[in-house]
Nanobody
Framework: QVQLVESGGGLVQTGNSLRLSCVAS????????VGWFRQAPGKDREFVGA????????NYADFAKGRFTISRDNAANTVYLQMNSLNPEDTATYYC??????????????????WGQGTQVTVSS
């Protein structure tokens, strides 16, 4: 079974950057789509972005386009979420997940099989 561990969260000021990491055990990310989601207090978990290297598709939420980038180090079985130009609305717990969604289902949480436990990102104003 795949286990996922996120890290890299912390406290930053508006306009700064963070890079989150997601390390997988037992598989390589080339076998799955990788999704990033986030949840702020009092709100539902929402889609951030996803990427599937095996078929070549990438999808980002509107708020993430041009600011957030998903990449990988396949040899290290690690996926990254680079977040630039952060603002207080980005404050949330961020989760990585793997599964088998098509591009049209990238935002569908039920299509992701394995989830990490999250890492907290706080952006001060």
């Amino acid at each position: 079974q795949v286990q996922l561990v996120e890290s890299g969260g912390g406290l930053v000021q508006t306009g700064n950057s963070l890079r989150l990491s997601c390390v997988a055990s037992g598989r390589t990310f080339g076998n799955y789509a990788v999704g990033w989601f986030r949840q702020a207090p009092g709100k539902d978990r929402e889609f951030v972005g996803a990427r599937r290297w095996s078929t070549g598709w990438t999808n980002y939420a509107d708020f993430a386009k041009g600011r957030f980038t998903i990449s990988r180090d396949n040899a290290a079985n690690t996926v990254y979420l680079q977040m630039n130009s952060l603002n207080p609305e980005d404050t949330a717990t961020y989760y990585c997940a793997v599964g088998n969604p098509p591009l049209s289902g990238a935002q569908t949480q039920g299509l992701y099989y394995y989830w990490g436990q999250g890492t907290q990102v706080t952006v001060s104003s």
